[in-house]
């Protein structure tokens, strides 16, 4: 039987997978397709990140999530120092998770900055009126 995969896997796993009698048909990605990639497998690990039930299951994926990130991180040219620096400031302006704020609405004026930011994207914020 052949499965279609369709997606990017780490360096090490066409050898596992074939010294377990498995026929893999891998093959090298170019830079655009492979920060595409990237962004891909970054949901994909992020969506297995929030599934995860047990603080292990939970330690696993967040190591995912964090090995996409570093590596799209270097495939696009962008210094982790950097991210790390802007997540900071913006902590610092808006900022983290501590007090657990959850939004279930916001309400903005026709034609204001903010209507149009929301207005803007549809699938994010749907309208409730």
């Known amino acids: 039987m052949r499965f279609r995969v369709q997606k ?6 066409p050898a596992i997978m074939r ?3 498995l026929a893999v048909f891998d093959r ?3 830079e655009a ?3 595409a990639a990237l962004k ?3 949901l994909e690990e992020a969506q297995e990140a929030h599934e995860a039930a047990a603080p292990a299951e939970l330690v696993d994926e967040l190591a995912d999530v964090m090995e996409v990130i570093q590596a799209l991180a270097s495939a696009s040219g962008v210094n982790l120092d950097d991210v790390e620096a802007r997540r900071q400031a913006k902590r610092a302006e ?3 998770f501590e007090a657990r704020v959850f939004n279930a609405a916001v309400e903005a004026s026709d034609g204001s900055p903010a209507a149009e930011y929301y207005l803007a994207r549809p699938t994010q ?5």
């Open 8 to 13: 990017l896997i780490r360096d090490h796993l």
């Open 19 to 21: 010294a377990q009698g």
């Open 94 to 96: 808006r900022g983290g």
């Open 33 to 35: 397709e492979f920060i």
């Open 125 to 129: 914020y749907p309208r409730e009126d």
């Open 28 to 30: 090298r990605l170019g």
């Open 40 to 42: 891909d497998k970054l």
